[in-house]
């Protein structure tokens, strides 16, 4: 039904996935994996979507990545039609915010916080990607990151912290630790309703890409 009013499946899964993920920027084959559709066809509707003003795009370390603009004057409707249409619609459901990351992630321990920053929403300000704290296998953990990484094509900044360690830092008003979570974020995992935030992207357009490398690898 939706293909129908909005022109095209891909089209209609294009807007579900950013829509539901309106922090999350996007490269074209990473795309094409989520929405699970022919390369071709994914790049014609984002050039749609481009030229209507609903995405926008950005150059980062030689690749383009795709993002909803949530600037668009129609934002807040289209969020609100195309998020129902992911709970809606089973084809669709794949669409939300990577649930299997989620599943990977709590398969590695007690995860009491964990959430994307730095690369994957272009704020290398925050000084890691994927921030994790709880009691959780730290092996596991790099097993699970060097499968993101070879899937992404990419390094990933990650970093560890069990719970007493997060609570010593966050007593000491630690510097770095304050810089994570005030930085912009998709968050994964909150199990202490720690009230953490996912800023608007518009707001942090504009931070300095400083790469600090601050990982606690896995032992």
């Known amino acids: 039904m939706f293909e129908h009013l909005f022109g095209s499946k891909t089209r209609v899964k294009l807007l579900s996935l950013f829509f539901n993920n309106p922090n999350r920027p996007y490269y074209v084959r990473e795309i094409t994996r989520k929405v699970d559709?022919?390369?071709n066809s994914v790049r014609r509707e984002l050039s749609n979507l481009l030229a209507i003003g609903i995405i926008r795009s950005e150059g980062t370390n030689n690749r383009l990545y795709y993002e909803v603009n949530q600037k668009y004057q129609f934002y807040a409707p289209l969020r609100a039609i195309f998020t129902n249409i992911a709970e809606a619609e089973p084809e669709l459901q794949d669409a939300r915010e990577d649930n299997d990351l989620v599943k990977k992630l709590r398969a590695t321990g007690n995860v009491q916080l964990a959430f994307e920053t730095g690369a994957f929403v272009r704020d290398h300000a925050s000084g890691t990607d994927l921030f994790?704290?709880?009691d959780v296998n730290r092996a596991r953990v790099g097993k699970l990151v060097t499968e993101m990484e070879q899937e992404l094509g990419r390094e990933i900044n990650y970093t560890v912290m069990t719970e007493e360690e997060?609570?010593?830092r966050q007593r000491l008003n630690d510097r770095f630790l304050a810089g994570v979570l005030s930085?912009?974020?998709i968050i994964l995992v909150d199990e202490r309703n720690a009230g953490?935030?996912?800023a608007p992207a518009a707001l942090v357009d504009d931070i300095a890409t400083v790469s600090v490398p601050v990982d606690i690898q896995a032992k």
């Open 37 to 39: 559709e022919q390369i």
């Open 132 to 134: 994790i704290m709880g």
């Open 166 to 168: 997060y609570t010593y």
């Open 183 to 185: 930085a912009k974020k």
């Open 196 to 198: 953490l935030k996912q």
